[in-house]
């Protein structure tokens, strides 16, 4: 609503006239309004003919902010406080009437005062600054010091305030209005409600502003002194230290020089006069007769997040990428603060990383990495493995005809990772993911992969992750909005459909599966066999690949991708596919038949016949993933083999003390270091050449073609450690053992990577100097 709405309203003056409060506070018979001057957003002062007396009309907000904008309960307040003399201005009326503005509004007293919009009180002396912010905290402390119960606020709201349920409320808005991920703000949302301060007394339940800032406070004209609190619609039931940290917020701003809407005096407090803070806290302290100082630095780092997701909001509804700078300054103070209060350790992983100097090395990663490292450990241990058994026999059933159903318990375990912030960390753009470089997943992933069933539960998991990737590479803005956004907010599941039944899908010119333009959009025919996670009903689309044109002088664009929405009549589930007599529920793979099946021309993905390009990225990725994360089964299977061995006993000797039984351990952590370096370097390589380059495709083949082989070696010799039981479900190592299988024919079978890697061995060798050099070749007699 802008000021010109509201000095046309011809209904405003009419309603004004029908309130006897506002006619008697005027003054007047009849109330004519003269001007009308915004002060600040949605906050209007009116003059009216025939008297010196103003009233200022509050109109409820259309801007969403993290708290919220409740117009009604600023009425209440400013009632309840002006009737014990509390320094508010004097109400007149209340209009929930919304012909009349378009909004509801209110009206109070107009009073001729000060409002000092900035912090920084630019033009006053030191000790004037000082007043004015002692004034205020004293104000303060007489507001958290009000009973309740004389307010006849007890039961102002169902639901207090407590830090629990803010901290959850901040959580619940910045994931609704999340634009970008933003780390500093998902790290203070998990650090905060692990570290909520101890109870108290001053730290009471109280009524409380809820926004508090120096520009709420209204000033006698020329005094230090308060004439009103402006602006209750965020107060509530909530813990006294959030407007005092509301207030003291700017000490721990940094200053921008105006470059940030929202700026403080961190760093200049010298230059730009700023009042001490201990004289500000001290104030407020003393007025709740109390010498005892508490660190309020927590509550304050609440305050700056709230103001940081504040900002995520404005730039949602606006796209002004000045609100998303704002909101980056912001959460990154308010972080500096923890690292402050946790000596740079916020997450306790010094120690634990310094423990393991030889897990990463020199390895380029950051602390934010170990960090997910570290807390993804505790997460399988403490959540995931008590339950892993359960879930692996519920996984181990024979389906049905019906679509597999979701397992409650793994839902359960992904809530709870979402919220813990462990979730999409093997997305490296920032707009989507937590900007992890591939390094870094490659520790992610290998510590993820000592469980079979991680990776689903921290949304990491195949076929959505190379699904995701290609939607953030090639979708449009529709595709994003209707597949990827759940997708990656894993409301749903998705399938992907290449290989064909009978035929080498490695090659081009074998497919038979076809995508067949038509008026408005495509028709696609034909079958698919192996499609990943198809017969879980919670797949509600699929990326189909197939071929486009009949044309194969250039079978690389021959092909094209296009997305399918689940279910459709016209494509049918012929059976599920077990691997090693292992079905995999809920995802499981199936055959599937696709009968003229009509697909709108909104649903290509990229370009029509970009499909080998699009996958070789897709697949790229995902080869490595396959292989880190066996890295990370093979791990665990070794662990267990010298638990067994430690407890088994033969001929009077234990295992662990048989030489042979050694030797081999031996070679197996030889083998599994080479895993592990391989992994490493492809990882390093995508980093740091990019996926299109030569070498990063040799540096994956080589993972492709020698883990997976490796792994089902090492998994082996560690079942034949366990004797019977290790071909059990007693043990997960027979699981591991047909994945290690599988993934050796999985994004292309090994066979077909060692030729790349020939041709790259002797590509090389072509361009090595060194064959040349006397003495360097073959001897020649």
Known sequence: MSMQEVQQS??????????????????????????????????????????????????????QTATGHQLEKDYMIAQKLSAINFPVTKTLFYCADLSILGVPFYATEYLEGRLFLDPKLIGMSKEEKSM???????????????????????????????????????????????????????????????????KCDLDN????????????????????????????????????????????APFYIPYSNGRHIIDGWQGVEMLVGAPKLEEVITSYFSARSTQTIPDIRYQITMAILKKSIDQQILFKQTKETKYLENSEFLSKAGYQIVLNLTEGDPFGIKMRATSDSSLWSNWPVSERCKSYYYRIKDFLKDELFPVE????????????????????????????????????????????????????????????????????????????????????????????????????????????AMSEKNVSSSDPNNFQFTITPTEGGYIINGGKWFVSSAPDERAKFGIVMGKSSQDMSNPMESQSMIIVDMPNPNIKILRQLAVFSYYDLPHSYAEVEFNNVFIPKENLLGQFGG????????????????????????????????????????FKQKLKDNAAFQERLGELEITLSNCRLLCLNAGLLLDSAGSKHLHTFMAVSQCKAYVPKACQKMIDSCIQAFGAEGVTEDQPLAISFRIARAIRLMDGPCELHLRQIARFAYGNHLFNDLNNAQGYGLAKL
């Open 10 to 63: 011809h209904l405003l003056g009419n309603y004004l006239n029908s309130q006897s409060s506002v006619l008697v506070f005027l003054g007047v018979n009849h109330a004519q309004i003269e001007e009308v001057q915004e002060l600040v957003g949605f906050i209007y002062k009116l003059s009216f003919k025939d008297t010196n007396k103003k009233i200022v009309l509050y109109a409820k907000s259309t801007i």
């Open 132 to 198: 004015i912010y002692q004034e205020v905290a004293k104000t303060l402390a007489h507001l958290h010091s009000i009973s309740l119960n004389y307010l006849g606020l007890g039961k102002l709201e169902s639901q207090t305030s407590h830090y629990q349920i803010v901290n959850k409320k901040l959580y619940n808005t910045y994931k609704l209005n999340e634009t970008k991920i933003s780390t500093n703000i998902e790290d203070l949302l998990y650090w905060l409600p692990l570290n909520q301060p101890e």
């Open 205 to 248: 339940l109280c009524l409380i502003h809820g926004d508090f800032s120096l520009s709420k406070v209204l000033f006698h004209p020329t005094e230090p002194r308060i004439l009103a609190i402006l602006d209750w619609q965020t107060a509530q039931l909530g813990n006294a230290f959030t407007d005092l940290a509301n207030l003291v």
């Open 389 to 496: 058994k359960l879930i692996l026999d519920k996984s181990r059933q024979v389906p049905t005809s019906d679509l597999n159903k979701g397992v409650p318990e793994v839902e359960a375990l992904q809530r709870k990772a979402k919220s813990l912030g462990l979730w999409n960390l093997f997305i490296s753009d920032p707009m989507y993911g937590k900007g992890l470089t591939n390094l870094e997943y490659v520790f992610i992933s290998e510590v993820m992969g000592l469980s079979y069933l991680a990776h689903e539960i921290f949304n990491c998991f195949a076929p959505d992750t190379g699904n995701i990737k290609l939607l953030i590479g090639y979708g449009t803005p529709y595709q994003k909005e209707k597949y990827l956004k759940p997708l990656i907010e894993g409301e749903c599941k998705s399938f992907f």
């Open 611 to 650: 499909a080998f390009k699009m996958a070789q990225g897709r697949l790229l990725g995902g080869r490595l993933h396959h292989c880190v994360r066996q890295v990370g089964l093979s791990r665990r299977g070794l662990d267990l083999m010298m638990s067994r061995a430690e407890q088994r006993v033969m």
